[in-house]
């Protein structure tokens, strides 16, 4: 019995792999690609369902960037968005992004987990005439519709700048808390960083991985300002590993030690607070550009205009001098 | 019939779980949007890398064992591939066999430090998997390798991307091939062979399979060596998928692995458990998130479902008559 069973699943297997095979003829047409044909612009009598590919929810940036955008989409009546959250997995997401073209979504917005393995499934939905707005990091070449962000690379330069001319004008001791080792965004925020400081006599002199994270952040934190003493300012990558390695710096009595951190987020939790409060020294807002996106979407399929290929976002620097209006400033309206 | 069911569990689920995927499927013009093809090549693509890795841990599990380092091992030989393609200039088979190679021999070791120091697997290959994932960072530079095609030095020959493309002569996934003759050798090895026999009866009692002159260690070895060559292939196939060899790819794929060998209705205490049902088992994850995800199921509830589809697997297995094979 159990063997003629065996034979019979695989016999069931074998149809079920034969007619996937089979119903893949059809498509044969639409893998041969093809120039870019939009779609006609349906204005403002039309519904729109968006796609939103997120690489990940699981850090606060990120989930602010989903509110962002679900907030600002509430405001244009014709719009439903959809999230996808690739959960960090390259895979996951080019999946994701094929189940949104399956349901011929009419816009998708995407901030790709990593820039290469994703490019190739932006280019077939841009291909297939589906408008696709980049956000926060690239995709190669130039099959999208739109690139929205900040720069990484300039964000971390003027952290550099702000620790050489503010926080150690005359010269000092840096450790430096990094994101996600492999990630793009934490090679550039350090490039950056090392090219805003250079020729201030400023030494970056112990460096570690926080993986973004705040609890690693303070452990990191915690065996730097240990072993290497004189550490007078860190640079973290991130304000939750900023918020870590204050509390590192705490634990270890050290309460000179400025930290200067990057996001900026205007939440409760966020580093615009965490400067109010004196934890951090500085931080850079990198803007989510959530509202900027559905603003494009809107003037795409709303409006039947063009977007700018690329939307830099602008930084700003936040100190306790200006923490609370920019907090205020950045959560008034939608 | 009894017997059957339970032994099959996760075709059944396959086949229920298929079924109402197309009950539920979103309709536009008049189609129903899981059956569309391209559809279905997306869902078998997707779940091809966890099934080669699934696989690998079948036989793993079937001796009583676990492995934790195939996500890692993953990343870690994308990483190789990348590296020796591009930085390297090797072609596209003396890659491919030192990737193997290098996975083959990572997990040959695991067995080796399993079975003669007699350490436990879970210890063994969670420190695999640390190390693994330390190699693909040190090898990779700390960051993604970009694959790039073409004759020039410094591009991957243009052979890998067919390897990679998604698509054979625009009929099959080349993933899903792959998967469908790792699973149907790996299916024939376990039906046929001594050496399956050897693997249930380690599965089914160590002490007993060594009393009656199995050469328990051997097999061990052999059977993490295989996880390990699988974990490769599966990092080779990513690879060639996303034209990008990443050092933080691949992480919590073993876990998914698991879950496919578990819904495959697999014990975790050995000698139970079929290459046919870790295919479904892993098939059935990929239907599933498939159609909750066309349906627009918040991705926290996805999660929360495949984590119950998990224990429904694990307590049918319970219930299981005892007598059962």
């Given at each position: 019995?159990?063997?003629?069973?065996?034979?019979?699943?695989?016999?069931?297997?074998?149809?079920?792999?034969?007619?996937?095979?089979?119903?893949?003829?059809?498509?044969?047409?639409?893998n041969?690609?093809?120039?870019?044909?939009?779609?006609?612009?349906?204005?403002?009598?039309?519904?729109?369902?968006?796609?939103?590919?997120?690489?990940?929810?699981?850090?606060?940036?990120?989930?602010?960037?989903?509110?962002?955008?679900?907030?600002?989409?509430?405001?244009?009546?014709?719009?439903?968005?959809?999230?996808?959250?690739?959960?960090?997995?390259?895979?996951?997401?080019?999946?994701?992004?094929?189940?949104?073209?399956?349901?011929?979504?009419?816009?998708?917005?995407?901030?790709?987990?990593?820039?290469?393995?994703?490019?190739?499934?932006?280019?077939?939905?841009?291909?297939?005439g589906?408008?696709?707005?980049?956000?926060?990091?690239?995709?190669?070449?130039?099959?999208?519709?739109?690139?929205?962000?900040?720069?990484?690379?300039?964000?971390?330069?003027?952290a550099?700048?702000?620790?050489?001319?503010?926080l150690?004008?005359?010269g000092?001791?840096?450790?430096e808390?990094k994101?996600?080792?492999?990630?793009?965004?934490?090679?550039?925020?350090?490039?950056?960083?090392?090219?805003?400081?250079?020729?201030?006599?400023?030494?970056?002199?112990?460096?570690?991985?926080?993986?973004?994270?705040?609890d690693?952040?303070?452990?990191?934190?915690?065996?730097?300002?240990?072993?290497?003493?004189?550490?007078?300012?860190?640079?973290?990558?991130?304000?939750?590993?900023?918020?870590?390695?204050?509390?590192?710096?705490?634990?270890?009595?050290?309460?000179?030690?400025?930290?200067?951190?990057?996001d900026?987020?205007?939440?409760?939790?966020?580093?615009?607070?965490?400067?109010?409060?004196?934890?951090?020294?500085?931080?850079?807002?990198?803007?989510?550009?959530?509202?900027?996106?559905?603003?494009?979407?809107?003037?795409?399929?709303?409006?039947c205009?063009?977007?700018?290929?690329?939307?830099?976002?602008?930084?700003?620097?936040?100190?306790?001098?200006?923490?609370?209006?920019?907090?205020?400033?950045?959560?008034?309206?939608? | 019939?009894?017997?059957?069911?339970?032994?099959f569990?996760?075709?059944?689920?396959?086949?229920?779980?298929?079924?109402?995927?197309?009950?539920?499927?979103?309709?536009?013009?008049?189609e129903?949007?899981?059956?569309?093809?391209?559809?279905?090549?997306?869902?078998?693509?997707?779940?091809?890398?966890?099934?080669?890795?699934?696989?690998?841990?079948?036989?793993?599990?079937?001796?009583?064992?676990?492995?934790?380092?195939?996500?890692?091992?993953?990343?870690?030989?994308?990483v190789g591939?990348a590296?020796?393609?591009?930085?390297?200039?090797?072609?596209?088979?003396?890659?491919?066999?030192?990737?193997?190679?290098?996975?083959?021999?990572?997990?040959?070791?695991q067995?080796?430090?399993?079975?003669?120091?007699?350490?436990?697997?879970?210890?063994?290959t969670?420190?695999?998997?640390?190390?693994a994932?330390?190699?693909?960072?040190?090898w990779?530079?700390?960051?993604g390798?970009?694959?790039?095609?073409?004759?020039?030095?410094?591009?991957a020959?243009?052979?890998?991307s067919?390897l990679g493309?998604?698509?054979?002569?625009?009929?099959?996934?080349?993933?899903?091939?792959?998967?469908?003759?790792?699973?149907?050798?790996?299916?024939?090895?376990?039906?046929?062979?001594?050496?399956?026999?050897?693997?249930y009866?380690?599965?089914?009692?160590?002490?007993?399979?060594?009393?009656?002159?199995?050469?328990?260690?051997r097999?061990?070895?052999?059977v993490?060596?295989?996880?390990?060559l699988?974990?490769?292939?599966?990092?080779?196939?990513?690879?060639?998928?996303?034209?990008?060899?990443?050092?933080?790819?691949?992480?919590?794929?073993?876990?998914?692995a698991?879950?496919?060998v578990?819904?495959?209705?697999?014990?975790?205490s050995?000698?139970?458990?079929?290459?046919?049902?870790?295919?479904?088992?892993?098939?059935?994850?990929?239907?599933?998130?498939?159609?909750?995800?066309?349906?627009?199921?918040?991705?926290?509830?996805?999660?929360?479902?495949?984590?119950?589809?998990?224990?429904?697997?694990?307590?049918?297995?319970?219930?299981?008559p005892?007598?059962?094979?």
């Amino acid at each position: 019995m159990p063997k003629r069973a065996r034979g019979a699943f695989s016999l069931l297997l074998g149809v079920t792999l034969v007619a996937t095979v089979a119903s893949a003829c059809g498509t044969t047409s639409e893998n041969a690609g093809g120039p870019a044909e939009p779609k006609p612009c349906g204005g403002a009598g039309g519904k729109y369902t968006i796609g939103v590919s997120q690489a990940n929810v699981a850090e606060p940036y990120r989930e602010r960037m989903d509110a962002d955008i679900r907030k600002a989409a509430a405001g244009v009546p014709q719009f439903t968005v959809n999230f996808a959250d690739a959960q960090q997995d390259n895979s996951k997401q080019v999946e994701q992004v094929e189940n949104f073209l399956t349901q011929q979504i009419d816009l998708l917005i995407i901030s790709p987990n990593e820039a290469t393995p994703l490019t190739s499934v932006v280019k077939k939905a841009y291909e297939r005439g589906v408008p696709v707005l980049v956000l926060d990091r690239k995709v190669n070449g130039d099959s999208f519709t739109s690139f929205i962000g900040a720069d990484n690379f300039d964000i971390g330069r003027r952290a550099g700048e702000f620790v050489a001319q503010t926080l150690l004008p005359g010269g000092g001791k840096v450790a430096e808390l990094k994101g996600l080792a492999g990630s793009s965004p934490a090679k550039e925020r350090s490039d950056g960083f090392k090219l805003g400081i250079g020729g201030k006599n400023i030494e970056i002199v112990a460096s570690a991985d926080g993986d973004w994270l705040r609890d690693r952040g303070r452990q990191q934190a915690d065996a730097l300002l240990k072993g290497t003493p004189g550490i007078q300012v860190v640079y973290a990558h991130n304000d939750p590993m900023g918020e870590g390695a204050y509390l590192a710096a705490q634990d270890a009595g050290l309460t000179g030690i400025k930290i200067v951190g990057i996001d900026g987020l205007p939440i409760e939790a966020g580093g615009i607070k965490a400067v109010e409060a004196g934890r951090l020294a500085a931080t850079f807002v990198y803007p989510t550009g959530g509202k900027e996106a559905v603003e494009a979407a809107r003037k795409i399929l709303v409006d039947c205009q063009q977007v700018p290929k690329v939307q830099g976002l602008a930084i700003e620097r936040v100190t306790p001098d200006n923490a609370a209006e920019v907090y205020a400033r950045l959560n008034a309206g939608g | 019939m009894i017997a059957w069911l339970f032994r099959f569990q996760s075709l059944f689920g396959l086949v229920l779980v298929f079924l109402a995927a197309v009950i539920f499927s979103p309709v536009r013009n008049g189609e129903l949007l899981f059956l569309d093809s391209a559809n279905l090549f997306n869902v078998v693509r997707a779940m091809s890398e966890i099934g080669i890795l699934a696989v690998g841990m079948t036989f793993v599990i079937l001796v009583g064992g676990i492995d934790l380092s195939v996500g890692s091992v993953l990343g870690l030989a994308s990483v190789g591939a990348a590296v020796l393609l591009v930085r390297q200039d090797f072609g596209v088979l003396p890659a491919v066999l030192v990737v193997l190679a290098a996975g083959l021999v990572f997990g040959l070791l695991q067995g080796v430090v399993t079975a003669k120091l007699g350490i436990q697997a879970f210890i063994v290959t969670l420190a695999g998997m640390q190390i693994a994932r330390a190699l693909a960072r040190i090898w990779s530079g700390g960051q993604g390798v970009e694959i790039a095609y073409g004759d020039a030095p410094g591009r991957a020959p243009m052979a890998f991307s067919l390897l990679g493309e998604r698509t054979f002569g625009g009929l099959v996934p080349i993933p899903a091939l792959i998967f469908a003759v790792v699973a149907g050798l790996a299916a024939i090895l376990l039906r046929v062979t001594a050496f399956s026999r050897h693997v249930y009866a380690i599965g089914g009692n160590e002490k007993a399979a060594r009393l009656s002159g199995v050469p328990v260690n051997r097999v061990k070895i052999l059977v993490f060596g295989l996880c390990g060559l699988l974990a490769a292939l599966a990092g080779i196939v990513h690879a060639g998928q996303l034209n990008y060899g990443g050092p933080n790819d691949g992480s919590m794929a073993e876990l998914d692995a698991i879950a496919a060998v578990v819904i495959g209705g697999a014990s975790l205490s050995g000698g139970r458990g079929t290459v046919v049902g870790t295919v479904a088992g892993a098939l059935l994850v990929g239907v599933l998130r498939n159609i909750l995800t066309l349906n627009n199921v918040d991705s926290n509830i996805q999660l929360l479902i495949i984590g119950l589809v998990i224990v429904a697997a694990a307590g049918l297995q319970r219930l299981r008559p005892a007598a059962v094979g």
